[in-house]
């Protein structure tokens, strides 16, 4: 089983309508036309998304923040950019769990807005669990939630105590693999706070850490692309990938931070890499195969 794994591409759109900005949205529309923007190239995308089709994966896995303002015209260029991923002779399932970003207004969380627009790749429930093979499970989450000023993360109780029940059934031998917007866990030196966290983050990490199957979590939020095992006293079966931010550009990343493919061995306890496609700014890819980093990366 191949998964792709990309994380957070901001679409944005610079002109709409006023009335639109009498919410959240006037805050974070200032920081898209002073800052924000200048980072993303959008028009790399193509040939990144290009490229992940040749990898053939059979699923693959968002980790949210596709927008910036939940708007419907953001929503449109997903629907848009995804629509060139299969053909004829390879159509990639597509499972993508909501980032902040999706949910950013009240409204558009009331309205249920993303998972409308985005039916086909959106889950119509969550917690939501799917085969990936024989011994594999993918349990994906909804962690956004609407806030006035901050961005902190919420799974809530009833999705909790369902994300609870599958991840004490899982057995030594088996593996999950778990996708969720906001990080259960960070390394070292990265910055983390009360208004940027999940709520439930201690406890999931209790959760892992009990569990005897071989997990990894896969989130965004945090625009920094990394697979770490055993970060924080968590335990080696535990690995944390951060797909990173594929168009967003920096002084590490010049043409972007790419985005991840995995294969999951038929035997979970197998080793497990995963492999970093990283857009060069010459054109190409420059494709780097990675064991988890243990404790950080």
Not at 120 to 146: I, K, M, T
Not at 284 to 292: D, I, P, Y
């Amino acid at each position: 089983m191949r998964l792709a794994l990309l994380g957070d591409v901001h679409f944005f759109e610079l002109r709409m309508a006023p009335r639109r900005l009498l919410s959240k949205r006037a805050m974070g529309h200032a920081n898209l036309v002073l800052n924000r923007r200048k980072k993303f190239a959008h028009e790399r995308l193509p040939a990144l998304l290009e490229h992940l089709r040749a990898q053939k994966p059979d699923r693959l896995l968002m980790s949210g923040d596709v927008t910036t303002s939940s708007l419907e015209a953001e929503f449109a260029r997903v629907r848009t950019a995804l629509a060139t991923l299969d053909d004829a002779e390879h159509a990639i399932q597509t499972v993508l769990v909501p980032g902040n970003h999706d949910a950013y207004t009240f409204r558009s969380h009331r309205t249920s807005r993303m998972r409308t627009l985005l039916a086909d790749v959106v889950p119509p429930s969550f917690p939501h669990n799917e085969p990936l093979g024989d011994r594999w499970e993918l349990l994906a989450l909804d962690s956004a939630v609407p806030n006035r000023i901050f961005s902190r993360g919420r799974l809530g109780a009833e999705q909790f105590a369902a994300t609870r029940t599958v991840i004490e059934r899982k057995r030594a031998g088996e593996g999950l693999v778990i996708l969720c917007h906001y990080p259960c866990v960070v390394p070292r030196g990265t910055p983390s706070g009360w208004s940027h966290d999940l709520k439930e983050a201690a406890e999931l990490r209790e959760l892992l850490q009990a569990s005897p199957a071989e997990i990894v979590f896969v989130h965004g939020h945090v625009h920094k692309p990394w697979f770490i095992g055993g970060p924080r006293g968590l335990r080696p079966g535990v690995r944390i990938l951060n797909c990173g931010s594929p168009c967003m550009l920096g002084p590490r990343y010049p043409a972007g931070q790419g985005y991840w493919t995995m294969d999951l061995p038929a035997d979970p306890t197998r080793p497990l890499n995963a492999t970093h496609h990283v857009p060069q700014a010459g054109g190409g890819f420059a494709s780097t195969e990675h064991a988890a980093t243990p404790g950080r990366p």
